[in-house]
């Protein structure tokens, strides 16, 4: 085992402790649990347009099905967890969240293939210890229905994760080059992730200084608006309008 | 001579169009390519798709016509948030943010984007982008022209009046007073998705009464000169884009509906909503009316046309046919922003010099299927392919056997209805097919109707004044004939009424080979044609999304060209 695969196994155990310390804690926040599956919903929806896109531009026809499968699998992960979601809120008396709506990072167009497929590999492959973890630990609670859904969807996503890394390896070519494509993926998530904590603080610096513009033109433009009449009638009277032609006939022939 | 690419985008409904040399080449609206439903990014994939199939490339086209104008709208909703002080706190860095953080460079964007010089991408208004697609596509030498919305860069509602190549503005209704705006924020508080649930009011109306009229002339004015007010404590599209009402509003009808619940509309609550969705039908109606009528007035044109979000509601287009004096009415079938798309391709194209585009005998000016590649991937998928000598035939024995099929065919469709390109088809006669189509299928709301699509030559028989410039692109209701209102239960609605869609050999040749299929073994040549899509998802696009499809709905059979496609091992 190479250094580099040793810190990436310990990183991951690192991430799979501080996960098991605190989901107990965070599934027993009110609401916070439906918030989450609903979440897991709208991830599954983006997952399944990325995996359409990539069918439609696969050059190959037994990719083309296999992402074609894969997205139906994720439409129907979708609906499950959002089903979930609903019926939780629904006990707590709660408005349920709308169906899940989810964009898309076009990956597979910024990407490429072999990128794609150790992107997706990475995500099949952290969803599915997620999901373990929570089968567990629904499981303990006696929360036997929401044990069953991650259970149900456990066994896909341990296919997605095989096949995807399969496919990698088949087309760089071996092992080794696949574990070097699951690095740059990894890194390009880390810089992903860091180019998001850079927008978040950059939206949270804009909105701050937008408010402060607010604040101070907000209320002078308040005024302004009273004494504005707010008009509804027809803005742009009309300069003489051409003569109609009643001996015309309306009627143009329709091209085909 | 002029290669022209519209682009509608950055609100919702992105799309492009493409016009070469005076002729409508291709409209692609983005959510069909990108598959997310009322996709707003810019639709760079929709472009590309546009030339490649014109065979063309970027650096071919010798305009782009974006159709809004960025530093209006940004103007618009920086003065409409500020004035709406203090109770756009929370909106108003939301809105600048997003027109300063990318809208208002859209013009830059897109030449970047598609590789073209900037000084080839130009801008036009929003309601001019609509009117354009209106009469510039309608069979029409001149006419009144109606844009009606939620809300362009300042406009709600524009006057036209259009006359060969060139349409004059003769008057104009601004924001916050708004049809659209009304129509969405009552969508939103009888618990529908705004800019989605629209057609649901439009169905639901018709399951009630319009007996909140007083409360509803409390919420709009409506003027004799065709104008309409909107009483502004109402609404909240100030404050908070989602929702569009206020408290106010609440006080005035009652809490909103709660958007999980099941419709009961046999119980007092929904009953009273469904009220509440007549009152607003029954007053955009008027509202539409008055603007109609003061067209006519103003032009004196025999000729109306439609276009902008509100032209969709088919049942308020009916009364205008019958009540504003016009002799003719046209709707534009993209009608909503995606329309903005090709009416700003075709009014470079008239700036540069080309003639105007002959009218619109079909909306089928998306991309083609694949019928080759849908084979080869249905046996990847291990699903049974067959190709079948009598394909219209075949198509309309399973559909007279209660089989409900998927029917793809040529290129997709311009705008939210499926024409017979990208449909699934059921017996007009068989109220079993249509349960199974709203609860297994499209997982919809029980009381929303479907839509019958007959042959022209027989269309009289059936329906009450199909013949019309707005029934081939299923823009307006017709009421169903009374000798055969119990036989098409499937495509009648609660009033009676259907949207009907009248096919021709020009219009949809493969549907209309089908409808006379089934003229021969129902009895009517009609069928239930609604979109092939599933719940929350665009209508289907190509080969892939059509296969998608059957794997995961209890649909019978897909039929893509002359292949039949079913389940099971091949």
Redesign the interface.
């Known amino acids: 085992m190479t250094r580099s695969r040793a810190r990436e196994g310990t990183v991951r155990a690192g991430r799979q402790a501080l996960v098991r310390l605190v989901t107990p804690i965070v599934w027993r926040v009110p609401g916070h649990g439906a918030r989450k599956l609903y979440g897991f919903a709208r991830a599954e929806q983006g997952s ?2 990325d995996l ?2 990539a ?2 531009r696969t050059p190959s ?2 990719r ?2 296999l992402y ?2 894969h ?2 699998d994720e ?2 992960h979708a609906r499950m967890f959002w089903r979930r979601s ?1 019926e939780l809120l ?1 006990a707590e008396q709660r ?2 969240f ?2 899940p ?4 990072e ?1 990956l597979f167009a910024r990407l490429g293939e072999v990128r794609f497929l150790a992107f997706v590999h990475r995500g099949e492959r952290r969803g599915r210890q997620q999901f373990e973890l929570y089968a567990r630990h629904f499981g303990a609670r006696g929360d036997a229905r929401t044990r069953a859904l991650f259970e149900a969807i456990l066994t896909d996503e341990r296919r997605h994760e095989s096949y995807t890394r399969e496919l990698l390896v088949e087309l760089v070519g071996g092992e080794r080059a696949a574990r070097r494509e699951l690095g740059r993926a990894a890194a390009w998530e880390a810089w992903r992730t860091w180019r998001r904590a850079g927008r978040a603080v950059a ?1 949270a610096v ?2 701050l200084a ?2 402060a513009i ?1 604040l101070v ?3 002078i ?2 005024i ?2 009273r004494f ?1 009449r ?9 300069a003489a ?6 001996a ?1 006939d ?7 | 001579m002029a290669a022209v690419l519209g682009i509608s985008g950055e609100y919702h409904d992105a799309a492009a169009a493409l016009v070469v040399d005076g002729v409508i080449v291709a409209a692609v609206q983005e959510e069909r ?5 009322n996709d707003a990014r810019l639709p760079i994939d929709a472009a590309r798709a546009c030339l490649a199939h014109a065979g063309l490339a970027a650096g071919d086209l010798d305009r782009v016509v974006f159709y809004e104008e960025p530093i209006e709208k940004l103007e618009r909703v920086m ?1 409409s ?6 109770r ?2 929370r909106q ?3 809105a ?2 997003a027109q300063l ?1 990318g809208k208002v460079w859209v013009l830059d964007r897109i030449a970047e984007r598609l590789g073209v010089a900037r000084d080839k991408v130009t801008s036009t208004a929003h309601h001019r982008a609509h009117a354009a697609s209106a009469f510039f596509t309608s ?5 009144a022209v109606l844009t009606v919305d939620g809300v362009g860069e300042a ?1 709600s509602t524009a ?1 036209w ?1 259009g ?1 060969d190549g060139e349409l ?7 924001y ?2 708004s049809l659209g705006l009304l129509y969405a924020g009552l969508t939103a508080y009888l618990g529908f ?1 705004v800019n989605e649930g629209e057609y649901k009011v439009m169905g639901l109306a018709a399951h009630g009464q319009p007996r909140l009229r007083d409360e509803l002339d409390k919420v709009i004015r409506l ?1 004799d ?6 009483e ?1 404590s109402y609404f909240a599209h100030f404050a908070d884009a989602e929702l569009g009402f206020g408290p106010v509003l609440e006080q005035l009808l009652g809490p909103r509906r ?3 619940l099941a419709w009961e509309l046999e119980t007092d609550r929904d009953r009273r909503y469904a009220d509440i969705a007549a009152t607003l039908q029954q007053v955009t109606e008027e509202a539409l009316l008055g603007l109609a009528r003061e067209a006519r007035r ?6 109306l046309c439609l276009a902008g979000g509100v032209a969709l509601n088919a049942v308020a287009n009916a009364r205008i046919a019958r009540e504003a004096g016009f ?2 009415v046209f709707v534009h079938p993209a009608a909503g922003d995606a329309g903005g798309a090709l009416g700003a391709a075709i009014l470079g194209s008239l700036e540069l010099g080309d003639r105007r585009p ?4 079909s909306a089928a000016l998306g991309l083609p299927i694949d019928v080759g590649l849908a084979s ?2 249905a046996g ?2 291990g699903l049974r392919v067959r190709p079948s000598g009598d394909i219209a035939t075949e198509v309309a024995t399973r559909v007279a056997e209660g089989q409900i099929v998927a029917f793809c065919q040529g290129r997709f469709e311009w705008g939210p209805r499926a024409l017979g390109q990208r449909s699934i088809l059921a017996n007009p006669a068989d109220p079993a097919s249509r349960e199974r189509l709203n609860r297994a299928i499209k997982r919809r709301e029980p009381f929303r109707p479907f839509a019958p699509a007959v042959l022209r030559e027989h269309a009289a028989r059936f329906f009450v004044g199909a013949d019309s410039d707005m029934t081939p692109f299923m823009t307006t209701v017709c009421p169903v004939a009374e000798p055969y209102r119990d036989r098409l239960a499937a495509v009648r609605h609660v009033d009676d009424s259907a949207r009907v869609q009248l096919v021709t050999e ?1 219009s949809a040749p493969e549907l209309a080979a089908v409808l006379t299929a089934l003229d021969r073994t129902i009895g009517m040549p009609i069928a239930l044609n609604t979109s092939l899509n599933g ?2 998802e665009p209508i289907v696009a ?1 080969e ?2 059509a ?2 499809f059957l ?2 709905h209890p649909i019978d059979a897909l039929v893509v060209g002359d292949l039949v496609i079913t389940r099971g091992a091949a």
């Open positions: 399944r347009i359409l896109q069918a439609q026809l037994a083309r099905a074609l499968r997205a139906l439409t129907r609903t629904l408005e349920p709308t169906a709506v989810a964009d898309t076009a939206g804009y909105a937008m408010t607010y033109a907000g209320p433009a308040a302004g608006a504005r707010r008009r509804s009638r027809w803005q742009l009277e009309a309008p051409p003569a109609a032609d009643p015309a309306p009627a143009r022939e329709a091209a085909s | 390519l990108s598959r997310v439903k003065v948030t500020l004035c709406a002080f203090p756009s706190l108003f860095p939301r600048i943010g953080g069979p029409y030498p001149r006419a406009t006057l009046h006359v004059r503005e003769l008057g104009r209704i601004e916050p007073h998705e003027h000169d065709g104008t309409f007010e909107l502004l709660p958007a999980h103003r032009t004196g044109e025999a000729c002799e003719r002959a009218g619109l005998a080869a991937l990847e998928l020009g719940a929350g190509n892939i999304d296969l998608g794997m995961s």
